[in-house]
Structures are given as C-alpha cells and as structure tokens.
C-alpha cells in the first residue's frame, strides 16, 4: 500500500511537492492549503479531477500548471462525473488487460467547490455516489461562489452578506440556513464521509489517508477560509479556522458507512460565535442591535447541532 502513515511537520515540508506553488489564487486562500495536504499525504499516482471555480482558473492558466500529477479540467458540475468516468474506465482497462502497469497504485479524486457541489453539480455528485465508484470527492467549501464575486450558494451560512443575498435596510443577508451535505452524502451510504479543516491538518491527512484507502464512493467537505469574500487579512486565514472550529461552527467529525459518527475534534475551550462572525466583513451587519436575533439563531442551531452529534456518537446508530 502505497499510502504512508501520517506525515510530520517536517516531512511535509520537505516532500516533493505535487501541487506548485506558483497559482493565482488570492493570498491566504485556503483552497491551496488543502490541495496540497491531500497531494502530499500519499505516495500513489492521482488522478484528480477539478471542475471550474477558483481552484481551476487559478492553477491551469495556459501554457501553465500548477498539478504534477494527471488533472482533467471538467464543466462547472462535472467533478465527480469525471473522476467516475475516469475510474470506470480504468477498471475496465485492468479486467482487459490494456493498462501498461496493472500494479500501479492509482487513486481517483475530485475537488469542487461549494457552488458546483451543493447547488449546480448535486445530481451528479449523488448519482457517482450512488453507483459506488471507488473515489474521493473533497468540497472546498468558502460557502459562495467566488470565482464569479460572491453570490450566496446553499452552503452560504443564515445572515452571511453575499452579492445574491445582500445586507441592508430591509435584509440582513442570507435568510435560509446551510444545507447539511455530509448528512446527505452520508445518507447515500457511502463508507467514509468527513468535515475537516486544514488548520488541524493532522487530523485532515489522516482523514484524507482513510478515504483514499476506503473502497468506494467517500465525500469530504473541507472548510475553505476565502479571505476575499469572507472579508479578512489574508495573514489571518488559519486564525479565522481555528474560530471555525472552536466555535464549531464547522465541527470536525466523520461518518462511517453510513451510520457510525466519530468527532474528531473537541475544542477545550468552546467559543461563542460571536468571535468568529465579529472576525469577518460579511458578517459586521449583524452587530446592529435589529440583527442581534440572528447571532442568537446561529449561536442556538450550533448548540443543537452539537448536541445532536454527541448523541449520534454515543448511541452508534
Ligand atoms: C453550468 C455553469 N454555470 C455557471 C458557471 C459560472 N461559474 C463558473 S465558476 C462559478 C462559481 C464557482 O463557485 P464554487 O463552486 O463555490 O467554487 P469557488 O470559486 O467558490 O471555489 C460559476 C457560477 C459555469 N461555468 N457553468
Ligand atoms: S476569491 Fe476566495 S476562494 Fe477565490 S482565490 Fe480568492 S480567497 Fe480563494
Ligand atoms: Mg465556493
């Protein structure tokens, strides 16, 4: 197995990089952080499948490219489409004969971003995940569509201002809450599904290890801090992701086929939400004394959430 065990601090740095450096993504963009975990945390050939969005028009801008393994450049809903595609055809290879070395490790991965995964890319997303292709689907999760200037998507959190969901007199922003896709993924039955985030980036490759050595279909959704759209100091990108995660705003956990919940991540010291939103330019709106009630909102579904994936743990259903 080609997969090593979990890479320390110094490894990282000094392994032979799959995913170079020199992109356009915005500094501070967490989309590359990302990438190159997953990259970097396995020996195995990838093939990795990107659909448009930030990650793609910022790392294949012709003659360039930032991807040293083999990377399909696909329509905006197409990710996983490709990478299932892809994988079909390299089983039907190896049952034939044709492949010129059969042994080779080789691993399937699709990266899309919250627009095309939640929203434009959904059907065929769960229709890959339904036919139980052996690969890794990872969400880059910055909760809009950036690529296009920010318009709100259905990750886009209750009372974020996006360009489609605007704060002001009559609005304070979003109005409908995030959907839950690792719910839904988990409920396709898929072996591994994930939420993890690269600030607790051990506990990410190590997530990133189980998927890619899971048979089947596995989905991750990773928080992607986008300094552009979320409006903050791009030397705060790791800051603002601890705040994620120790406010749980994005709590950190993995569901095992289908039903088994393990958290991966307890914060010592819960922060309230308020920490998180306050970072950030799309949320200042909220400070007003007629948007408090929405903090509040936030502040109580994150308890409930919480408390809900406590209880799935504990009682292994
Ligand atoms: C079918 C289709 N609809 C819309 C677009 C325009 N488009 C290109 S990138 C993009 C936004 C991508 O958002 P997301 O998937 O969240 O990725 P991000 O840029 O935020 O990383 C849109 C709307 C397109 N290329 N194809
Ligand atoms: S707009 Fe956001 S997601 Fe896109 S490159 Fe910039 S920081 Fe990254
Ligand atoms: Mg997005």
């Avoid at 259905?154 to 002001?168: K, L």
Wanted: charged share 25%; hydrophobic share 35%.
């Amino acid at each position: 197995m080609a997969i090593t065990s979990i890479k320390n601090l110094k490894e990282f740095s000094t392994a032979n990089e799959r995913f170079e450096g020199a992109h356009l993504l915005c500094p501070g963009c967490a989309h590359s952080m990302i990438v190159r975990e997953l990259m970097n945390c396995t020996d195995d050939n990838l093939v990795i499948a990107s659909n448009t969005g930030c990650l793609e028009v910022s790392t294949a801008v012709y003659p360039y490219t930032s991807w040293d393994t083999s990377w399909i450049h696909i329509g905006f809903e197409n990710a996983a489409t490709a990478a299932s595609g892809a994988e079909a055809m390299y089983k039907a290879r190896k049952r034939k004969g044709t492949l010129k070395d059969p042994d080779a490790p080789v691993k399937f991965v699709a990266f899309g971003g919250d627009g095309s995964t939640y929203d434009i890319g959904f059907q065929w997303l769960s229709g890959a995940m339904e036919r139980g292709h052996d690969f890794t689907y990872i969400c880059l999760d910055n909760e809009n569509y950036a690529n296009t200037g920010g318009q709100r998507s259905s990750a886009t959190p209750i009372g974020a201002n996006t360009t489609t969901a605007q704060a002001g007199r009559v609005s304070y922003g979003k109005k409908e809450k995030k959907k839950d896709m690792v719910a839904i993924m988990a409920a396709h039955g898929a072996p591994y599904v994930a939420q993890l985030a690269p600030n607790k980036w051990k506990i990410m490759a190590k997530g990133f290890q189980k998927a890619l050595e899971t048979e089947g279909p596995c989905f991750i959704n990773t928080v992607s801090a986008c300094t552009t759209e979320w409006k903050f100091d791009p030397k705060d990108t790791i800051h603002l992701t601890d705040l994620a995660t120790d406010t749980l705003m994005f709590p950190i956990y993995e569901i095992i086929d289908g039903h088994e919940l393990n958290i991966l991540y307890r914060p010592k010291n819960i922060i309230p939400v308020e920490e998180y939103l306050a970072a950030q330019g799309r949320y200042k709106h909220l400070f007003k004394p007629e948007n408090k009630h929405v903090i509040e909102q936030i502040q109580k579904d994150i308890d409930a959430k919480w408390e809900y994936l406590q209880r799935r743990e504990e009682a292994r259903v």
